[in-house]
């Protein structure tokens, strides 16, 4: 069965430190990969996706996430956090269904 | 620029009450998707759409039904409101080939 586990429901950083969000997944074809973050009272807004080709991707507010196929797991990655990226971030997997699969969520809070 | 209006943002309904949340989209997109987010959970799929006259349920669909008329909307109604349909839903939409998900500002309804 598909599925999409992001194992820590709560993360707190302080600001600067570098932040590390998990994703595993499991898929029964080449998925596709994706991060989105959602700040409160808002929809989600896509910070990187994941095709094909290099398992590094950049996306968007400095974020980055790399895609290790033997470990199925999509991990979001940040070398120094800002307070303004305190939000929930979801991990999302799919493929040529076009139906995509969201985790539970992982929130992060920053100390000043 | 496209985007995509969810209305109403904010609804107080009673149980047994028709509801029926809309979502209008400019992206001219033809894949739409009704989510639903509650705490824990993560985002569901509700039902989607691959373009017009077509309708498919997703994961969470008892209890909800769409139409697909138009390229620009797709209103999910509640046909029986219940408690435990309280929620915050999502609509997004999907371009061609399987590509990133847009997402409209949600609509919090509470169902008393």
């Known amino acids: 069965a598909q599925s999409v586990t992001q194992p820590d429901i709560h993360i707190t950083v302080s600001e600067g430190a570098s932040l590390e969000l998990r994703c595993n997944y499991s898929?029964?074809?080449?998925?596709?990969l994706f991060w989105y973050v959602q700040s409160p009272g808002q929809g989600l807004q896509l910070l990187l996706k994941?095709?094909?080709?290099?398992?590094l991707v950049q996306g968007i507010k400095g974020f980055e996430a790399e895609f290790k196929r033997s470990q199925s797991s999509f991990n979001l990655r940040k070398p120094s956090v800002h307070w303004s990226d305190a939000a929930e971030y979801f991990c999302?997997?799919?493929?040529?269904?076009?139906?995509?699969?969201f985790g539970t969520g992982t929130r992060l809070k920053v100390l000043a | 620029d496209a985007e995509i209006t969810q209305s109403p943002r904010h609804k107080i309904t009673e149980t047994g009450r028709q509801v029926t949340l809309a979502c209008h989209q400019t992206?001219?997109?033809?894949?739409m998707f009704w989510y639903r987010q509650d705490l824990g959970h993560g985002l569901r799929l509700i039902h989607y759409?691959?373009?017009?006259?077509?309708?498919n349920k997703g994961e969470v669909s008892d209890g909800y039904s769409v139409s697909r008329s138009n390229t620009e909307d797709l209103p999910l109604t509640l046909e029986s409101a219940a408690s435990s349909q309280t929620s915050v839903y999502f609509c997004?939409?999907?371009?061609?080939?399987?590509?990133?998900?847009?997402f409209g500002e949600g609509s919090r309804l509470t169902v008393l």
């Open positions: 994941y095709f094909s080709g290099d398992t």
């Open positions: 992206w001219n997109h033809n894949n």
């Open positions: 997004a939409t999907q371009g061609q080939g399987a590509g990133e998900l847009f």
């Open positions: 898929y029964g074809a080449t998925p596709y």
């Open positions: 999302a997997v799919g493929g040529g269904t076009y139906k995509y699969i």
């Open positions: 759409s691959y373009g017009v006259q077509d309708t």
